[in-house]
Nanobody
Framework: QVQLVESGGGLVQFGGSLTLSCTAS????????IGWFRQAPGKMRDKVSC????????YYRDAVKGRFTISRDDAKNTAYLQMNNLKPEDTAVYYC????????????????WGQGTRVTVSS
């Protein structure tokens, strides 16, 4: 089964930027819709963004619209989450996962998960 590895997290100041990567192994990323999720300390996991396998559908939660951009480069077997104008409330562990459904208004929960990468935004 596909294995996913996230990278790119770190500590950034308010208003800064980070780009998270989600790289697949043991399978071809192009076969999957990819979703990003995050879990802040003490909170439930939230959906953040998804991109369909053909990249023709993308979803963003309202809190990140206009600041985050999801993309994929299937030649590199990698999906990305570009995060700009970061806010302290974006602080969380970010996970990528394969999802069975991704559309502009909704996506399903993750199936195969990465281990997560921590993002901390200081105020």
């Amino acid at each position: 089964q596909v294995q996913l590895v996230e990278s790119g997290g770190g500590l950034v100041q308010f208003g800064g930027s980070l780009t998270l990567s989600c790289t697949a192994s043991k399978d071809v990323l192009a076969n999957y819709h990819i979703g990003w999720f995050r879990q802040a300390p003490g909170k439930m996991r939230d959906k953040v963004s998804c991109i369909s396998s053909s990249a023709d559908a993308q979803y963003y939660r309202d809190a990140v619209k206009g600041r985050f951009t999801i993309s994929r480069d299937d030649a590199k077997n990698t999906a990305y989450l570009q995060m700009n104008n970061l806010k302290p409330e974006d602080t969380a562990v970010y996970y990528c996962a394969t999802v069975d459904y991704c559309a502009s208004h909704y996506y399903s929960d993750g199936v195969h998960w990465g281990q997560g990468t921590r993002v901390t935004v200081s105020s």
